[in-house]
Structure formats: structure tokens, C-alpha cells
């Protein structure tokens, strides 16, 4: 059953106002009560537009005028007009009440479908002037995800750290709840933009032997979500800063590391500590200072790929030497015969 609401009323018009009368009387309500406007009156704008579509079509608001025993009084009896006389009177003077109550409901049933299918284009109508994107009610929007750089140093690598950043969140403007416009006129706050920035402090912990390169998330600490919509993500760029002994280049690593003169002379198997794990290198017999050795696709990973390891292998010679050391190192020397150096000026 549909209850009855006087249109007319609804638009603060008469039964003799005018198309244009009663356009510009919606186009002022709707910049009061449009749910864009004011979500609080979605429902009495409905009834508004219900007003508008049924009042602004001859054909909607004779049939409506008829059934609710409204008349237009300054217009000369057309033949239309003749045959609503003709039907209030029958129906006026019908005894079965049931059947106005079932073209009633049979009428509103028809109008209410055919108006949620006009109310569309007439607030595209008339709110083109006002702004196109107040059209439609905003969908849910998930905030962005957010990246930032964290630089941390090879100790703080290996034991694990915490950092605060600073990341610029953007968020809907609390004024005009990203609506962009207010009553019509560009929000102050937001510029008319939708939404402003904000400085947001996060201490994020990052755990202990984390690898350079690593995408460190910290859920929902993205861009917070519009209109009920999910927050985005905060990713950290872990970049280790190398030292004088590991330098990082993209997803390869660069280790200068020492040997003993013996392990050049001889060669053998070491194990070199990285944060990348324990690694063993092969060093072939008479492995010269400044030597290098790539190993493949030991670098750092991510996804897919993985860098290399570059290894700059230093004869280092020990500092503290014992007795039996010198005495070998004397007795070396003895036995050597070759000049190192006699090629100095011939190269
Ligand atoms: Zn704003």
C-alpha cells in the first residue's frame, strides 16, 4: 500500500505552479538535502526527487492529480482535463472502495519503478551546473600503499633494530568528507582536492638479519581507506649501508676479504662470513692480492632474482707471529730463489 505524500507540499509548490516553478523549487531543495550535501536526509530527498519526477511529467502529475484530487485551476478545461473530472466523479461516486485502492497501488507500484529510472538522469539534470562528481555516492576506496627508504648500518643488520619514519599519509579532508564541494562551493580546507596530507610518525621494528633490499610491510599503515574502504600497507626499503669491507649495488654484494699469505701460496677451501650466511671459497693455488671471485647467484634475492657475491680476496699478513712462524718465514726466504721484482721496469 502506498502512503500518500502530498508533492506538491513536498516542493513548497501548488497545484498551479508552474514546469519552471517547480524545477527551480527542487534545484533549491536539492542544494539543501541532497544526500551529497547532507547524508542525513537521503530519505527526505528521495521523497523530493519522487516530488520532481512525478510533478515535472504532464502525464505523471495529471494521473497523480486525479488520484489525489488535486486541480490545476487557472488552465481552461482541455478535453485531458475534462476526462479527469470525468474519472474523480465516477470514482468519487463508485461505492466499492477497493478498486481506487487497487489502481492506487497498481499506480505506485508502476511510478515507484519508472521513478527510480528517471532519478538518475534528473539529478544528472540538474546537478550538471552544481559538480559532476557529486553525482553518484562515493564507492569505497582503499588507501594506497606507502614506501619508504630506511637505511640501516651493518651491525644493526645483523642484531635487529627500530626505527621511526616519517610518512606523509593522505587522508580524506575532515571537512568536507572528500566531497570535494560544501553547499556548493570549494571546500577550504582541502582546496576543493577531497583530502589533505598528514605527517605520521611510525616506529616500525626490523628484525635481526634482515638482508639488504628486503620490502619490510607494515599492515594498514598505508594511506588510510575513503568511504569505508581498506587501508593501504607501508613497505620499508631496507638498505644496508655497506662499510669498508661489504659494499651492496643493487642485489649484488661486494666483500673485500683478507688472506693469509700461506692460503695464497697454496690455495684451499676458506669460509667467509656474511650476512648473506657462511659462504665457502675455493682459492686456487698462488692466488694473487686483489684477486676476484664471483659467486653466482649467492647475492641478495628477492622474488625471482637473486645478485651475486663478489669476493676481492687481500694478502693480509699477521701482526703477531710466533717464534716457529719467523724461523719458517727465514727458512723460506733462504730457499727463494725468485726476484719478484725483476720485471719492475720491463712491463
Ligand atoms: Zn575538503
Redesign the pocket.
Known sequence: MIKFKNYYEILGVTPDSSNAEIKSAYRRLARKYHPDVNPSTAELFKDITEAYTTLINSEKRRQYNILNGFFEKQKTNTSSQKAEQEYKEKTATEPNKKQEKDIKSDFGQKQKKHSEKVFADTINDIFKEFTKKEQKKPEPQNGADITADVTINIAEALKGTERTVNVLHTKL?P??Q?R?FINGSK?S??D???E?SEHRKITVKIPAKIKNGTKLRVKGEGNPGKFGGKNGDLYLNINIQGNSKIKYDGLNVYYEVPITPFEAVLGGEIVVNTLEGNIRLKIPARTNSGQKFRLSGQGVKQKNKSGDIIVTVHIEIPQSLSDDEIKLYEKLKKASSHNVRENLLND
Open positions: 579532508c571537512k568536507c572528500g570535494k571546500c580546507a582541502c576543493g582536492k577531497g589533505v
